[in-house]
Structure formats: structure tokens, C-alpha cells
T-cell receptor, first 112, second 115 residues
Framework: KAGVTQTPRYLIKTRGQQVTLSCSPI?????VSWYQQTPGQGLQFLFE???????NKGNFPGRFSGRQFSNSRSEMNVSTLELGDSALYLC???????????FGEGSRLTVL | EDQVTQSPEALRLQEGESSSLNCSYT??????LFWYRKDPGKGPEFLFT???AGEEKEKERLKATLTKKESFLHITAPKPEDSATYLC????????????????FGQGTTLQVKP
């Protein structure tokens, strides 16, 4: 893949806990998008950050939040975890100005 | 509301048996339509971008086409290694640059190719 790194790859949490996931985009790129993939809903857009500012937001509750640092690394946080938050969380960055996104391998979150 | 619908949900083919996957879309100003391949537990792998009706792109056994309402991914003489979920996504125009990291994905078509 084109240099998008996500950590951790796998994690298990219990209901009510919170979790923080990290994404390092392609070097030098300022845009980072986050997606949630579940079997029932498919891939859904969470939010996008560009130069440390949230540029776009999907239809998720306020428990889902994110931020971006000056080095373009991004984190997303989910508070008060629910069973339904179990999913593959994907981070993506555009390699250029042609619109497509390159995705990382994802962080698999299991909520028990 | 921007929406993407893919059909069929699942497709089983014999090796060498050509077929097509469909992606119907509605979007308020199409910036681009994208095809991705997704293997279990991995991130989507970019395949093609199509920008305007009539455009076609090819890569090995895959060919993507676009009309004003739908896109097709044609698979010619598939091999077992082509087994995966194929995702279609659209990007709506956003702001002056037209670029955004927000894609609307379809549910995907899971393709199984048997030897």
C-alpha cells in the first residue's frame, strides 16, 4: 500500500471504555479521512481532516471524534464504547489531486 | 441524497467465465467514481477512477465503464485470485477544488471464482 500506517492493528475493549486509533498518512500529504466498515453498513465515512482542521464530517454520534497534528498524523477517538462499535476502522489519504484515496490496513476493534 | 447501489451482492463464477458487476449511483455533481478491491481484513485496494460518461479504464482482466447513472466492472476470463469483494464509490464535488476525502461506498459485490 501507498504508505498509510495504522496502529494498533487489533484491539479488544469492553463496553463503556474509550479507544484511540492512530493513522500516519502518506508522507507530505495533509488530508486524512477515516472510515468505519461493518458487515451490515459497509464502508461509511466518519470525518476528514486537512491541515489540522476538520473539513468534512459523516453522520456519526459525538462519541466519535478525531484530530490531526501538525505532522499530518491523525487520531480518532471513540468514547463510551458500545457493542455496535465493533468494526474495522480505516484511514485513507489521497496520493495526489485525482480524487482517489489510498487506504491503510485498518484497525480491527472488538467491543465485548 | 448521494447513494450507491451495487449488484449482485454475491457472484460465483467458474474460472474463465466472464461477467459484469453493476454500480448504480445518484450524486449531486459527480467528481469521480472509483472501483476498489477489498480482501478480508485488509484495506481497500484502489483499482480505477472514472470521471465522465463514456470513459473506460482497463487493467489486466478488469475493465471499468461509466454512464451517467451507472458503472460496470467487467471481468474477463477470471482466475481464482480475482476472488474478493469489489467496491464502488462516488465522490461528490466539494468546494472550489472539487476534492474531498469523503466517498460514498456501495455495499460491494463479493466475487468467488472457482478453479
Amino acid at each position: 500500500k501507498a504508505g498509510v500506517t495504522q496502529t494498533p492493528r487489533y484491539l479488544i475493549k469492553t463496553r463503556g471504555q474509550q479507544v484511540t486509533l492512530s493513522c500516519s498518512p502518506i508522507s507530505g500529504h495533509r488530508s486524512v479521512s477515516w472510515y468505519q466498515q461493518t458487515p451490515g453498513q459497509g464502508l461509511q465515512f466518519l470525518f476528514e481532516y486537512f491541515s489540522e482542521t476538520q473539513r468534512n464530517k459523516g453522520n456519526f454520534p459525538g462519541r466519535f471524534s478525531g484530530r490531526q497534528f501538525s505532522n499530518s498524523r491523525s487520531e480518532m477517538n471513540v468514547s463510551t464504547l458500545e457493542l455496535g462499535d465493533s468494526a474495522l476502522y480505516l484511514c485513507a489519504t489521497p496520493p495526489g489531486n485525482t480524487g482517489e484515496l489510498f487506504f491503510g490496513e485498518g484497525s480491527r476493534l472488538t467491543v465485548l | 441524497e448521494d447513494q450507491v447501489t451495487q449488484s449482485p451482492e454475491a457472484l460465483r463464477l467458474q474460472e474463465g467465465e466472464s461477467s459484469s458487476l453493476n454500480c448504480s449511483y445518484t450524486v449531486s455533481g459527480l467528481r469521480g467514481l472509483f472501483w476498489y478491491r477489498k480482501d478480508p481484513g485488509k484495506g481497500p485496494e484502489f483499482l480505477f477512477t472514472l470521471y465522465s460518461a463514456g470513459e473506460e479504464k482497463e487493467k489486466e482482466r478488469l475493465k471499468a465503464t461509466l454512464t451517467k447513472k451507472e458503472s460496470f466492472l467487467h471481468i474477463t476470463a477470471p482466475k481464482p485470485e480475482d476472488s474478493a469483494t469489489y467496491l464502488c464509490a462516488v465522490q461528490a464535488r466539494f468546494g472550489g477544488s472539487g476534492n474531498t476525502g469523503k466517498l460514498i461506498f456501495g455495499q460491494g459485490t463479493t466475487l468467488q471464482v472457482k478453479p
